[in-house]
Protein backbone atom coordinates (compact mmCIF):
# COMPACT_ATOMS: atom_id res chain seq x y z
CA UNK A 1 0.00 0.00 0.00
CA UNK A 2 2.93 2.49 0.86
CA UNK A 3 4.64 1.57 -2.44
CA UNK A 4 1.39 2.48 -4.61
CA UNK A 5 1.74 5.62 -2.34
CA UNK A 6 5.25 6.77 -3.22
CA UNK A 7 4.37 5.99 -6.55
CA UNK A 8 1.60 7.66 -7.43
CA UNK A 9 3.03 10.78 -5.65
CA UNK A 10 5.90 10.32 -8.03
CA UNK A 11 3.40 10.89 -10.91
CA UNK A 12 1.38 13.55 -9.03
CA UNK A 13 4.80 16.19 -8.66
CA UNK A 14 4.40 16.74 -12.62
CA UNK A 15 1.05 17.72 -12.89
CA UNK A 16 -0.11 20.94 -12.94
CA UNK A 17 -2.02 22.07 -9.40
CA UNK A 18 -5.06 22.50 -11.38
CA UNK A 19 -4.75 18.64 -12.28
CA UNK A 20 -3.54 18.12 -9.10
CA UNK A 21 -5.96 19.03 -6.69
CA UNK A 22 -8.69 17.36 -8.52
CA UNK A 23 -6.49 13.70 -8.85
CA UNK A 24 -5.55 14.33 -5.37
CA UNK A 25 -9.11 14.31 -3.71
CA UNK A 26 -10.35 11.64 -6.64
CA UNK A 27 -7.25 9.30 -4.84
CA UNK A 28 -8.29 10.14 -0.88
CA UNK A 29 -11.56 8.89 -2.07
CA UNK A 30 -10.45 5.97 -3.76
CA UNK A 31 -7.98 4.97 -0.40
CA UNK A 32 -10.51 5.90 2.38
CA UNK A 33 -10.10 2.77 4.19
CA UNK A 34 -13.51 3.02 5.69
CA UNK A 35 -16.92 4.35 6.89
CA UNK A 36 -16.23 7.29 9.84
CA UNK A 37 -17.77 7.41 13.00
CA UNK A 38 -21.21 8.89 13.19
CA UNK A 39 -19.93 11.97 14.83
CA UNK A 40 -17.77 12.89 11.65
CA UNK A 41 -19.97 11.64 8.95
CA UNK A 42 -21.03 14.47 7.74
CA UNK A 43 -16.94 15.17 6.91
CA UNK A 44 -16.84 12.02 4.60
CA UNK A 45 -16.94 13.55 1.09
CA UNK A 46 -14.18 16.34 2.54
CA UNK A 47 -11.24 14.56 3.80
CA UNK A 48 -9.27 18.00 3.84
CA UNK A 49 -11.13 18.95 7.45
CA UNK A 50 -9.58 16.12 8.99
CA UNK A 51 -6.15 15.31 6.88
CA UNK A 52 -3.05 16.95 5.73
CA UNK A 53 -1.42 14.70 3.32
CA UNK A 54 2.11 13.54 4.51
CA UNK A 55 2.10 16.07 7.51
CA UNK A 56 1.51 14.39 11.30
CA UNK A 57 2.01 17.87 12.79
CA UNK A 58 -0.83 19.24 10.79
CA UNK A 59 -3.07 16.21 11.34
CA UNK A 60 -3.03 16.65 14.82
CA UNK A 61 -3.25 20.46 14.36
CA UNK A 62 -6.87 19.62 12.64
CA UNK A 63 -7.71 17.57 15.70
CA UNK A 64 -7.38 19.61 18.45
CA UNK A 65 -8.70 22.63 16.35
CA UNK A 66 -11.89 21.22 15.81
CA UNK A 67 -14.52 22.97 18.16
CA UNK A 68 -15.17 19.70 20.40
CA UNK A 69 -11.23 19.49 21.26
CA UNK A 70 -9.78 22.64 21.80
CA UNK A 71 -9.75 22.33 25.29
CA UNK A 72 -7.54 19.23 24.94
CA UNK A 73 -5.21 21.45 23.14
CA UNK A 74 -5.44 23.92 25.98
CA UNK A 75 -4.64 21.06 28.37
CA UNK A 76 -1.83 20.06 25.85
CA UNK A 77 -0.56 23.31 26.03
CA UNK A 78 -0.98 23.94 29.60
CA UNK A 79 0.23 20.37 30.82
CA UNK A 80 -3.24 19.35 32.83
CA UNK A 81 -5.58 16.67 32.27
CA UNK A 82 -5.35 13.55 30.91
CA UNK A 83 -3.61 14.68 27.51
CA UNK A 84 -1.44 17.37 28.98
CA UNK A 85 -0.15 15.50 32.06
CA UNK A 86 2.11 12.88 30.86
CA UNK A 87 4.67 13.05 29.07
CA UNK A 88 4.19 10.08 26.88
CA UNK A 89 0.95 11.04 25.74
CA UNK A 90 1.92 14.20 24.61
CA UNK A 91 3.88 12.93 22.32
CA UNK A 92 1.55 10.57 20.74
CA UNK A 93 -0.84 11.32 17.50
CA UNK A 94 -4.34 11.71 17.80
CA UNK A 95 -4.79 9.21 15.75
CA UNK A 96 -2.72 6.86 18.08
CA UNK A 97 -5.65 6.51 20.61
CA UNK A 98 -8.43 7.08 18.44
CA UNK A 99 -8.62 5.58 15.45
CA UNK A 100 -11.15 6.39 12.48
CA UNK A 101 -13.23 4.82 9.28
CA UNK A 102 -13.70 1.80 11.96
CA UNK A 103 -17.65 2.56 11.39
CA UNK A 104 -20.19 5.10 12.25
CA UNK A 105 -20.42 2.94 15.63
CA UNK A 106 -16.65 1.98 16.33
CA UNK A 107 -15.62 2.94 19.40
CA UNK A 108 -13.15 6.30 19.36
CA UNK A 109 -12.25 6.34 23.09
CA UNK A 110 -10.12 3.27 24.18
CA UNK A 111 -10.79 3.84 27.98
CA UNK A 112 -11.04 0.86 29.84
CA UNK A 113 -12.73 2.02 32.91
CA UNK A 114 -11.63 -1.07 34.95
CA UNK A 115 -7.75 -0.71 34.65
CA UNK A 116 -7.68 3.34 33.99
CA UNK A 117 -5.49 4.82 36.79
CA UNK A 118 -7.24 8.23 37.86
CA UNK A 119 -4.14 9.23 39.18
CA UNK A 120 -3.13 10.30 35.74
CA UNK A 121 -5.97 12.95 35.95
CA UNK A 122 -6.42 16.09 37.70
CA UNK A 123 -8.45 14.85 40.17
CA UNK A 124 -6.67 12.13 41.90
CA UNK A 125 -8.98 9.37 44.03
CA UNK A 126 -8.66 9.30 47.76
CA UNK A 127 -10.53 8.47 50.45
CA UNK A 128 -14.11 7.72 49.81
CA UNK A 129 -13.93 8.47 46.57
CA UNK A 130 -11.93 5.14 45.83
CA UNK A 131 -14.92 3.36 46.24
CA UNK A 132 -17.42 5.71 44.69
CA UNK A 133 -18.81 3.95 40.81
CA UNK A 134 -17.67 5.99 37.93
CA UNK A 135 -20.98 6.71 36.71
CA UNK A 136 -21.48 9.09 39.84
CA UNK A 137 -19.31 11.38 38.75
CA UNK A 138 -18.96 10.39 34.72
CA UNK A 139 -22.90 11.28 33.84
CA UNK A 140 -24.10 10.33 30.39
CA UNK A 141 -23.82 12.62 27.48
CA UNK A 142 -20.99 14.28 29.46
CA UNK A 143 -17.68 13.89 28.42
CA UNK A 144 -15.07 12.31 31.20
CA UNK A 145 -13.42 15.39 31.03
CA UNK A 146 -16.62 17.53 31.96
CA UNK A 147 -16.72 15.63 35.55
CA UNK A 148 -17.32 17.78 38.42
CA UNK A 149 -13.89 18.92 40.18
CA UNK A 150 -15.71 20.94 42.91
CA UNK A 151 -16.87 19.30 46.22
CA UNK A 152 -20.29 21.00 46.12
CA UNK A 153 -20.90 20.06 42.51
CA UNK A 154 -21.65 15.95 43.44
CA UNK A 155 -22.59 17.02 47.37
CA UNK A 156 -24.51 19.44 47.67
CA UNK A 157 -27.63 18.04 48.89
CA UNK A 158 -25.39 16.74 51.44
CA UNK A 159 -24.36 20.19 52.56
CA UNK A 160 -25.54 20.39 56.36
CA UNK A 161 -24.44 23.56 56.44
CA UNK A 162 -26.61 24.75 53.44
CA UNK A 163 -24.43 26.52 51.85
CA UNK A 164 -23.56 29.31 54.54
CA UNK A 165 -19.88 28.41 54.67
CA UNK A 166 -19.39 28.57 50.65
CA UNK A 167 -18.68 25.73 48.36
CA UNK A 168 -14.71 24.96 49.29
CA UNK A 169 -15.86 21.57 51.25
CA UNK A 170 -12.07 20.74 51.62
CA UNK A 171 -11.08 23.57 53.39
CA UNK A 172 -12.26 21.79 56.36
CA UNK A 173 -13.41 17.99 55.32
CA UNK A 174 -10.92 14.95 54.23
CA UNK A 175 -12.09 11.98 51.58
CA UNK A 176 -12.49 9.45 53.89
CA UNK A 177 -15.84 10.75 55.76
CA UNK A 178 -17.44 14.11 56.17
CA UNK A 179 -16.76 13.70 60.75
CA UNK A 180 -13.40 13.96 60.15
CA UNK A 181 -12.80 17.55 59.28
CA UNK A 182 -9.20 19.61 59.52
CA UNK A 183 -11.05 22.39 60.38
CA UNK A 184 -8.53 25.18 62.10
CA UNK A 185 -10.76 27.29 64.17
CA UNK A 186 -7.50 29.17 64.71
CA UNK A 187 -7.58 30.51 61.63
CA UNK A 188 -9.87 32.40 62.33
CA UNK A 189 -10.80 36.15 63.54
CA UNK A 190 -12.17 33.86 66.75
CA UNK A 191 -9.24 31.40 68.06
CA UNK A 192 -10.86 28.82 70.33
CA UNK A 193 -8.88 28.93 73.74
CA UNK A 194 -9.56 27.89 77.60
CA UNK A 195 -13.17 26.74 77.71
CA UNK A 196 -14.26 27.30 74.39
CA UNK A 197 -12.04 24.41 73.12
CA UNK A 198 -14.50 22.05 74.85
CA UNK A 199 -18.28 23.55 73.31
CA UNK A 200 -19.89 21.61 70.42
CA UNK A 201 -20.13 23.84 66.87
CA UNK A 202 -24.20 24.39 67.40
CA UNK A 203 -23.79 26.47 70.60
CA UNK A 204 -21.96 29.21 69.06
CA UNK A 205 -23.72 28.51 65.57
CA UNK A 206 -27.45 27.71 66.07
CA UNK A 207 -28.81 27.01 62.38
CA UNK A 208 -25.39 25.86 60.77
CA UNK A 209 -24.96 29.94 60.92
CA UNK A 210 -21.29 30.71 60.34
CA UNK A 211 -20.54 34.05 59.13
CA UNK A 212 -21.24 37.13 60.56
CA UNK A 213 -21.18 35.37 63.41
CA UNK A 214 -20.80 37.71 67.32
CA UNK A 215 -17.49 37.70 68.79
CA UNK A 216 -18.51 39.56 72.09
CA UNK A 217 -19.05 37.58 75.17
CA UNK A 218 -22.71 38.94 75.71
CA UNK A 219 -23.68 38.02 72.88
CA UNK A 220 -23.38 34.32 73.42
CA UNK A 221 -23.45 34.63 77.41
CA UNK A 222 -26.41 36.98 78.12
CA UNK A 223 -28.14 34.27 79.98
CA UNK A 224 -24.94 33.61 82.12
CA UNK A 225 -24.60 37.09 83.02
CA UNK A 226 -24.92 36.86 86.79
CA UNK A 227 -24.80 40.66 87.39
CA UNK A 228 -27.79 41.27 84.78
CA UNK A 229 -25.86 43.84 82.82
CA UNK A 230 -24.74 45.82 86.16
CA UNK A 231 -20.69 45.75 84.37
CA UNK A 232 -21.71 46.17 80.87
CA UNK A 233 -21.00 43.97 78.00
CA UNK A 234 -17.12 43.56 78.43
CA UNK A 235 -17.14 39.96 80.16
CA UNK A 236 -13.28 39.94 79.32
CA UNK A 237 -12.26 42.61 82.17
CA UNK A 238 -12.67 40.65 84.44
CA UNK A 239 -13.07 36.96 83.65
CA UNK A 240 -10.98 35.10 81.11
CA UNK A 241 -12.10 31.62 78.88
CA UNK A 242 -10.95 29.15 81.66
CA UNK A 243 -14.37 29.90 83.22
CA UNK A 244 -16.85 32.05 84.98
CA UNK A 245 -15.14 31.26 88.75
CA UNK A 246 -11.67 32.73 87.47
CA UNK A 247 -11.64 36.58 87.80
CA UNK A 248 -8.70 38.54 87.07
CA UNK A 249 -10.00 42.13 88.10
CA UNK A 250 -8.31 44.12 90.74
CA UNK A 251 -10.27 47.00 91.41
CA UNK A 252 -7.51 48.67 92.84
CA UNK A 253 -5.61 48.69 89.89
CA UNK A 254 -8.16 48.36 86.98
CA UNK A 255 -10.94 51.47 88.44
CA UNK A 256 -10.01 54.85 90.05
CA UNK A 257 -11.38 53.58 93.36
CA UNK A 258 -9.04 51.61 95.30
CA UNK A 259 -11.19 49.34 98.04
CA UNK A 260 -10.03 49.62 101.71
CA UNK A 261 -11.14 48.32 105.05
CA UNK A 262 -14.68 47.08 105.18
CA UNK A 263 -15.17 47.64 101.47
CA UNK A 264 -13.01 44.88 100.78
CA UNK A 265 -15.87 42.43 102.27
CA UNK A 266 -18.78 44.29 100.38
CA UNK A 267 -20.58 42.38 97.74
CA UNK A 268 -20.09 43.91 94.36
CA UNK A 269 -23.97 44.46 93.97
CA UNK A 270 -24.00 46.46 96.70
CA UNK A 271 -22.64 49.22 94.94
CA UNK A 272 -23.40 48.21 91.50
CA UNK A 273 -26.68 47.71 91.90
CA UNK A 274 -28.82 48.39 88.93
CA UNK A 275 -27.65 47.57 84.52
CA UNK A 276 -27.48 50.71 81.92
CA UNK A 277 -31.07 51.16 80.08
CA UNK A 278 -30.83 50.08 76.48
CA UNK A 279 -28.57 52.30 74.50
CA UNK A 280 -28.07 54.67 76.87
CA UNK A 281 -24.70 55.74 78.33
CA UNK A 282 -23.49 53.86 81.30
CA UNK A 283 -22.44 56.52 83.41
CA UNK A 284 -19.46 55.76 86.07
CA UNK A 285 -20.65 55.33 90.28
CA UNK A 286 -19.85 58.42 92.33
CA UNK A 287 -17.27 57.80 94.28
CA UNK A 288 -17.81 60.13 97.28
CA UNK A 289 -19.19 58.59 100.57
CA UNK A 290 -22.82 60.13 100.52
CA UNK A 291 -23.72 58.31 97.04
CA UNK A 292 -24.02 55.26 99.15
CA UNK A 293 -24.79 55.86 102.80
CA UNK A 294 -27.04 58.59 102.42
CA UNK A 295 -29.30 56.54 104.28
CA UNK A 296 -26.57 55.79 106.83
CA UNK A 297 -26.29 59.41 107.53
CA UNK A 298 -27.22 59.79 111.48
CA UNK A 299 -26.54 63.64 111.27
CA UNK A 300 -29.14 64.32 108.64
CA UNK A 301 -27.14 66.16 105.75
CA UNK A 302 -25.73 68.67 109.06
CA UNK A 303 -22.22 68.26 108.34
CA UNK A 304 -22.39 67.75 104.77
CA UNK A 305 -21.20 64.95 102.57
CA UNK A 306 -17.59 64.55 103.39
CA UNK A 307 -18.43 61.48 105.59
CA UNK A 308 -14.38 60.91 105.42
CA UNK A 309 -13.32 64.20 107.20
CA UNK A 310 -14.45 62.32 109.91
CA UNK A 311 -15.08 58.62 109.29
CA UNK A 312 -12.85 56.03 107.94
CA UNK A 313 -13.45 52.48 105.86
CA UNK A 314 -12.86 50.79 108.88
CA UNK A 315 -16.22 51.67 110.10
CA UNK A 316 -18.60 54.15 110.78
CA UNK A 317 -17.50 53.85 114.71
CA UNK A 318 -13.75 54.41 114.11
CA UNK A 319 -13.87 57.85 113.56
CA UNK A 320 -10.56 60.31 112.26
CA UNK A 321 -12.49 63.40 113.88
CA UNK A 322 -10.22 65.26 116.05
CA UNK A 323 -12.32 67.47 118.56
CA UNK A 324 -9.60 68.68 119.69
CA UNK A 325 -9.47 71.00 116.31
CA UNK A 326 -12.33 72.62 117.65
CA UNK A 327 -13.23 75.00 120.01
CA UNK A 328 -13.75 72.42 122.93
CA UNK A 329 -10.56 70.53 123.34
CA UNK A 330 -11.50 66.92 124.93
CA UNK A 331 -9.75 66.45 127.88
CA UNK A 332 -9.81 63.88 131.03
CA UNK A 333 -12.65 62.18 131.24
CA UNK A 334 -14.36 64.15 128.45
CA UNK A 335 -12.19 61.72 126.18
CA UNK A 336 -14.22 58.66 127.44
CA UNK A 337 -17.53 60.18 127.14
CA UNK A 338 -19.92 59.22 124.19
CA UNK A 339 -20.32 61.48 120.86
CA UNK A 340 -24.73 61.78 122.08
CA UNK A 341 -23.72 62.35 126.04
CA UNK A 342 -23.48 65.78 124.88
CA UNK A 343 -24.46 66.30 120.56
CA UNK A 344 -28.16 64.42 121.30
CA UNK A 345 -29.47 63.18 118.12
CA UNK A 346 -26.46 62.84 116.04
CA UNK A 347 -26.84 66.71 115.28
CA UNK A 348 -23.64 67.90 115.60
CA UNK A 349 -23.56 70.67 113.98
CA UNK A 350 -25.61 72.55 116.74
CA UNK A 351 -23.90 75.34 118.65
CA UNK A 352 -23.40 73.67 122.02
CA UNK A 353 -22.46 75.47 125.17
CA UNK A 354 -18.36 75.50 126.33
CA UNK A 355 -19.25 76.32 129.60
CA UNK A 356 -19.30 72.73 132.44
CA UNK A 357 -22.65 74.11 133.96
CA UNK A 358 -24.19 73.60 130.15
CA UNK A 359 -23.90 70.02 130.10
CA UNK A 360 -23.58 69.55 134.05
CA UNK A 361 -26.09 71.54 135.37
CA UNK A 362 -27.99 68.48 136.97
CA UNK A 363 -24.61 67.69 138.55
CA UNK A 364 -23.85 70.71 140.66
CA UNK A 365 -24.44 69.80 144.00
CA UNK A 366 -24.16 73.69 144.59
CA UNK A 367 -27.17 74.38 143.36
CA UNK A 368 -26.01 77.58 141.65
CA UNK A 369 -24.62 78.73 144.76
CA UNK A 370 -21.06 78.94 143.56
CA UNK A 371 -22.10 80.33 140.21
CA UNK A 372 -21.45 78.66 136.76
CA UNK A 373 -17.72 78.56 136.73
CA UNK A 374 -17.05 74.92 137.71
CA UNK A 375 -13.60 75.22 136.50
CA UNK A 376 -12.47 77.23 138.89
CA UNK A 377 -12.15 74.95 141.40
CA UNK A 378 -12.79 71.40 139.45
CA UNK A 379 -11.26 69.88 136.74
CA UNK A 380 -11.73 67.39 133.94
CA UNK A 381 -10.67 64.19 135.61
CA UNK A 382 -12.96 64.44 138.62
CA UNK A 383 -15.52 66.22 140.47
CA UNK A 384 -14.06 65.00 143.60
CA UNK A 385 -10.52 64.70 142.66
CA UNK A 386 -7.88 67.39 142.72
CA UNK A 387 -10.37 70.72 143.67
CA UNK A 388 -8.55 73.92 142.74
CA UNK A 389 -10.43 75.78 145.01
CA UNK A 390 -8.13 77.54 147.64
CA UNK A 391 -9.86 77.96 150.87
CA UNK A 392 -7.36 80.26 151.92
CA UNK A 393 -8.76 82.72 149.93
CA UNK A 394 -11.88 82.39 150.92
CA UNK A 395 -13.36 83.82 154.01
CA UNK A 396 -12.65 80.86 156.47
CA UNK A 397 -8.95 79.94 155.73
CA UNK A 398 -8.56 76.02 156.96
CA UNK A 399 -5.59 76.19 159.72
CA UNK A 400 -4.63 73.53 162.04
CA UNK A 401 -7.21 70.58 162.28
CA UNK A 402 -9.62 72.22 159.96
CA UNK A 403 -7.37 71.57 156.78
CA UNK A 404 -8.02 67.76 157.37
CA UNK A 405 -11.71 68.05 157.58
CA UNK A 406 -13.88 66.88 154.58
CA UNK A 407 -15.97 69.33 152.77
CA UNK A 408 -19.16 67.76 153.82
CA UNK A 409 -18.56 68.10 157.37
CA UNK A 410 -18.78 71.57 156.89
CA UNK A 411 -21.02 72.17 154.01
CA UNK A 412 -23.55 69.62 154.33
CA UNK A 413 -25.96 70.76 151.80
CA UNK A 414 -23.45 71.36 148.86
CA UNK A 415 -24.51 74.98 149.00
CA UNK A 416 -20.95 76.24 150.31
CA UNK A 417 -21.50 80.19 150.32
CA UNK A 418 -24.24 79.18 153.20
CA UNK A 419 -21.89 77.93 155.68
CA UNK A 420 -21.78 80.02 158.77
CA UNK A 421 -17.97 81.17 159.61
CA UNK A 422 -18.91 80.81 163.62
CA UNK A 423 -16.98 78.37 166.02
CA UNK A 424 -20.31 77.52 167.56
CA UNK A 425 -21.84 77.00 163.54
CA UNK A 426 -20.01 73.85 163.69
CA UNK A 427 -19.08 72.65 167.20
CA UNK A 428 -22.21 73.15 169.19
CA UNK A 429 -22.47 69.48 170.12
CA UNK A 430 -18.58 69.61 170.95
CA UNK A 431 -18.88 72.66 173.61
CA UNK A 432 -18.50 70.91 176.86
CA UNK A 433 -19.33 74.68 178.26
CA UNK A 434 -22.69 74.25 177.09
CA UNK A 435 -22.84 77.86 176.04
CA UNK A 436 -22.16 79.26 179.13
CA UNK A 437 -19.03 80.49 178.50
CA UNK A 438 -20.66 81.73 174.69
CA UNK A 439 -20.33 81.30 171.37
CA UNK A 440 -16.62 82.75 170.37
CA UNK A 441 -14.99 79.57 171.07
CA UNK A 442 -12.13 81.32 169.72
CA UNK A 443 -10.98 83.55 172.49
CA UNK A 444 -10.10 80.25 174.48
CA UNK A 445 -9.41 77.57 171.73
CA UNK A 446 -7.51 77.90 168.65
CA UNK A 447 -7.70 75.29 165.50
CA UNK A 448 -5.45 73.11 166.56
CA UNK A 449 -6.93 71.18 169.38
CA UNK A 450 -9.94 71.94 172.11
CA UNK A 451 -7.98 71.21 174.47
CA UNK A 452 -5.14 73.45 174.30
CA UNK A 453 -6.30 76.91 174.96
CA UNK A 454 -4.59 79.73 176.26
CA UNK A 455 -7.10 81.82 177.60
CA UNK A 456 -5.66 84.33 180.56
CA UNK A 457 -8.70 85.72 182.56
CA UNK A 458 -6.75 88.48 184.26
CA UNK A 459 -6.09 89.86 180.63
CA UNK A 460 -8.68 89.21 178.32
CA UNK A 461 -10.87 89.99 182.09
CA UNK A 462 -12.24 92.83 183.95
CA UNK A 463 -11.73 90.30 186.89
CA UNK A 464 -8.86 88.91 187.69
CA UNK A 465 -8.79 85.13 189.32
CA UNK A 466 -7.09 85.43 192.53
CA UNK A 467 -6.46 83.55 195.43
CA UNK A 468 -9.02 80.89 195.63
CA UNK A 469 -10.86 81.96 192.19
CA UNK A 470 -7.51 80.60 190.69
CA UNK A 471 -9.07 76.93 191.13
CA UNK A 472 -12.36 77.00 190.77
CA UNK A 473 -13.77 75.85 187.55
CA UNK A 474 -15.27 77.87 184.83
CA UNK A 475 -19.12 76.56 185.22
CA UNK A 476 -18.48 77.49 189.06
CA UNK A 477 -19.41 81.27 187.87
CA UNK A 478 -20.44 81.03 184.46
CA UNK A 479 -23.62 79.21 185.16
CA UNK A 480 -25.87 80.06 182.71
CA UNK A 481 -25.93 79.96 178.65
CA UNK A 482 -24.49 83.22 176.75
CA UNK A 483 -26.21 83.93 173.49
CA UNK A 484 -24.03 87.31 173.20
CA UNK A 485 -20.69 88.51 175.20
CA UNK A 486 -20.70 87.41 178.37
CA UNK A 487 -22.25 89.80 181.60
CA UNK A 488 -20.89 88.70 184.67
CA UNK A 489 -21.67 90.38 187.73
CA UNK A 490 -17.86 90.84 189.84
CA UNK A 491 -19.62 91.64 193.53
CA UNK A 492 -18.70 88.60 195.51
CA UNK A 493 -22.52 88.07 196.63
CA UNK A 494 -23.67 87.05 192.79
CA UNK A 495 -21.35 83.81 193.40
CA UNK A 496 -21.13 83.67 197.22
CA UNK A 497 -24.48 84.82 198.31
CA UNK A 498 -25.46 81.21 199.54
CA UNK A 499 -22.11 81.38 201.43
CA UNK A 500 -22.92 84.47 203.44
CA UNK A 501 -22.85 83.45 207.04
CA UNK A 502 -24.53 86.89 208.07
CA UNK A 503 -27.35 86.28 206.26
CA UNK A 504 -27.22 89.87 204.35
CA UNK A 505 -26.39 91.59 207.42
CA UNK A 506 -23.61 93.16 206.59
CA UNK A 507 -24.49 93.80 202.24
CA UNK A 508 -22.87 92.59 199.47
CA UNK A 509 -19.72 93.96 199.49
CA UNK A 510 -17.70 91.23 201.10
CA UNK A 511 -14.46 92.69 199.60
CA UNK A 512 -14.72 95.15 202.54
CA UNK A 513 -13.85 92.35 205.16
CA UNK A 514 -12.86 88.97 203.39
CA UNK A 515 -9.81 88.11 201.28
CA UNK A 516 -9.73 85.98 198.19
CA UNK A 517 -7.91 83.47 199.46
CA UNK A 518 -10.63 82.44 201.95
CA UNK A 519 -13.73 83.64 203.51
CA UNK A 520 -12.07 83.11 206.88
CA UNK A 521 -9.15 85.82 206.19
CA UNK A 522 -11.09 89.02 207.98
CA UNK A 523 -8.98 92.10 206.80
CA UNK A 524 -10.60 93.97 209.40
Not at 476 to 489: D, F
Request: charged share 30%; glycine share 8%.
Amino acid sequence: MRAWIWIMSVCLAGLSSAVQAGLVDQMEKALMPGPLHASHAKYEDDCDVCHRLLSKEEQNKLCLDCHDHRNIAEDLRDKRGFHGRLAEVRKKACRVCHAEHKGRDARMVLLDTQTFNHDNSDFVLRGRHRDAPCKACHKPKKTYRQAPKACVDCHESDDPHDGKLGKRCDSCHGENRWLDFRFDHGQTEFKLRGKHKGVVCQNCHPQQTYRAVAKTCISCHRSDDVHRGRYGKKCKDCHDVNGWATQHFDHDKDTDYRLTGRHQKVACEQCHRDAPKPKAKREPLKTDCYSCHRLHDEHKGQYGRKCKSCHSTKGWKKTTFRHDKTDFPLKGKHKKVACVDCHAGDIYKEELGVHCIDCHRSHDVHGGQQGKQCADCHNEESWSGKVAFDHDLANFPLLGAHATVACEECHASGNFKDAKVSCVSCHAVDDTHRRRLGANCGVCHYVGDWKAWDFDHDKKTDFKLEGAHRGIVCEACHREVVTEKIKLSTDCSYCHLSDDAHNGGFGRRCGRCHGVKSFDEIRM
